[in-house]
Every structure is written in C-alpha cells, then in structure tokens.
C-alpha cells in the first residue's frame, strides 16, 4: 500500500502539441501533483485547453514530451511510469490503468444510448468482473435517478443524463474523478445542483478529482484548490501552462 503523501498523480514538464490549419497551440504543465481525495479545479476560457490536460490525466492523449508522467495506483506499492508506457506503446496497460483507476464525466453525458441507466451505470465494473449492484441503489438514490434505473438515456432530460454520468463515473470506485465541463450543457439552476451533488459525492467516496469548467463562479469553494493557468501568444501560437 502506498503511503499517504504519494501523489496519485505527478507530472513534470509534461508538453503537448495541437496543431491545425493556421494556428498550433501548446500546453505545458511545468509541475502537477494531485494526493489522494483531492479536489483540483482547472478554471479559463473556452479554448484554454482544459479538454486537452483532462485528456493527458485521462491516458487518451499521449504527450509529446515529459520529464516525469507517473501514477500511484491505490492498490500497489510502486507508482506505474506513464510516460515510459506511452513511449513503448503499452496501450493495454494503459487502457487497463484507466478502466480500474479512473471515472470520466463528459460534458454531455457520454452515456451508451442501447443500454438502460443501470446497465450504463454498472458498465465499467462489469468491465471489471465486478458486481456494481450494490452500489447501483445507494448511488442512484444520491442522484435522485431511481425512478429512471430502467429506463434509456433518449428519455431522459440534459441535467438527469448528467446525474447518471456521475453514478457511471463512481459505481466502480476509481481513485480519480475526471470531470470535463460536467455543468456546461444544463441551465444554471440544473447546474448549481449538479455541482453541489457531484462535490459532495467524491468528497464522501474520498476520491481524488480534477474538474474542468469555464462556467462556475469564482467564488472560493471549500477544500477545492484551483490550479495555477496562464496564455502566452507569440507569433508561434498559443502556449498554455497549468501548475500546482
Ligand atoms: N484534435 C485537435 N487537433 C488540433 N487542435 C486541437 C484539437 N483539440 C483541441 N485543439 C486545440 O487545442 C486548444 C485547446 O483545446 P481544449 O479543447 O483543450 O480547450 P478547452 O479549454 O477544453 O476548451 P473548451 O472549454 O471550449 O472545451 C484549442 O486551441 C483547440 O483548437
């Protein structure tokens, strides 16, 4: 087991590239550590590239560059070197990382339309040879989305797809939360309740989260710390840089 001073996750200049016609956009994460149960916001403008380190975090995205990409799964004793996996292109141990250690909420749900919410909600344990039964029941009840367990996502309205999404991301109790823009598709009494449900149930499961949004206010929130970003624009494009 893994003491509680080793970070989940711990970067160093960590650099990625996005290039498309006329414009070429780079971020840079010069320093990032997330402990365990941490809450971490990543707050900017459309186009800042939040999507782009959630990606990194999420293991969907290889990086063009790093000093140090590492990741401490709960269940082992030594951190698993990303960015090595990446280089000797170890997909399967990287799918394999995200699938158990990691819970992904989109902006828009992202849930599977042929599937019911509970099959949706139980997916990735299932994955996992897990039984996400009992879990399905309290998490739901949370979510207030019990009425809907055997229903579809097509009948279902923006904010309670959102609800289900977030009982998808925590049935199988990953160490970490990645959040992209989770508020950004409801109406703002949608999306204060969202938000109020989705802090309090990764503060009670004690997972770690990284939460993307350029649309919550900037009001301090308890025990949430938002991470360090500045733009650059040169004549070479756009360069960004998150840091803890
Ligand atoms: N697949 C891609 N190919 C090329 N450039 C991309 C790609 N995806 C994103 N970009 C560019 O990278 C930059 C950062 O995008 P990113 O989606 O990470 O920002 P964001 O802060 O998440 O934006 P939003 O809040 O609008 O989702 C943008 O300039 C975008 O145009």
Redesign the pocket.
């Known amino acids: 087991m893994t003491s509680a001073a080793t970070p989940v996750y711990c970067c160093r200049a960590l650099v990625k590239q996005?290039?498309?016609t006329g414009?070429s956009?780079s971020l840079h994460v010069p320093t990032f550590e997330l402990h365990a149960g941490e809450i971490i916001l990543l707050r900017?403008a459309?186009?800042?590239?939040?999507?782009?380190l959630l990606d990194l975090l999420a293991l969907a995205l290889r990086p063009d560059a790093a000093e140090c990409f590492v990741f401490q799964p709960p269940t082992t004793a030594a951190p698993v070197d990303l960015w090595a996996h990446w280089q000797r292109g170890q997909y399967d141990a990287l799918a394999s990382l995200r699938r158990h250690h990691l819970g992904y909420i989109l902006q828009t749900g992202g849930l599977l339309p042929f599937l019911t919410v509970r099959e949706n909600i139980g997916l990735t344990a299932r994955l996992l040879g897990r039984d996400a039964t009992a879990m399905i029941g309290p998490l739901a009840a949370r979510l207030q989305i019990t009425v809907h367990l055997d229903t579809y996502p097509r009948q279902l309205s923006l904010g309670e797809r959102q609800r289900v999404a977030i009982a998808r991301a925590l049935a199988h109790q990953p160490a970490v939360i990645l959040a992209d823009?989770p508020t950004a598709s409801l109406d703002p009494r949608n999306a204060q309740i969202i938000r109020e449900l989705l802090l309090e149930l990764v503060r009670e499961s004690g997972t770690a989260a990284v939460i993307?949004t350029?649309d919550w206010d900037d009001e301090p929130i308890t025990g949430v710390r938002v991470l360090n970003h500045r733009l650059a624009s040169t004549a070479r494009g756009?360069q960004a840089y998150f840091w803890t």
């Open positions: 996005r290039r498309s414009s956009f900017g459309s186009g800042c590239g939040k999507s782009t823009e993307a350029h756009t």
